[in-house]
């Protein structure tokens, strides 16, 4: 139990605010910086060898140390034209699809609870997300919270046949 107590507690802190996640990472940090941070990061870890980064890119190529409710989280970066940072979303590993009004459900529920209680009440909340609504490709945002540092988003993604949560931390409000 106290394990998962301590899990909980860095998986929190990673949601707090995205700059705590990966070691001082902070929107408008450029890619070469970016890349430094989370290769020194203690909270998320890479497979790609350091030397590959640079052709694989960061995206998928990192991932949260701890989880919530047994999934970790894949990081995923947008960048601006001027090649900083604007955006972090977490995607959790992989859910089949039939398990979106389950096991999905229950890890969205979790994170909304977590998010709720770190930022307050949100700027924009609805229902979960429809399954059939979400198209392969696609992400539904059911909530919004706005920080001193940008918004957070939180809903559910569909690629390849599997279902994912999604959590988006933003510089600007998406429109």
Known sequence: MKFIGIALFFFTVCLAQADLLISGINFGDGRDDVTKKLQKSQVVKSEVPPTMLT???????????????????LLYFNWSDADSLDELTFRSTAYNTASYNTQLKSLWNSALQLLSSIHGKTQNAGEYPNASLLKNGGIRFSHEWQTNDGFIYLGTGKENGEVHLIITFSKEKMT
Do not use: I
């Not at 052709?55 to 989280?73: D, E, I, M």
């Open 55 to 73: 052709r694989v890119g960061l995206n998928g190529s990192f991932k949260t140390v701890n989880a919530l409710k047994g999934k970790k989280f």
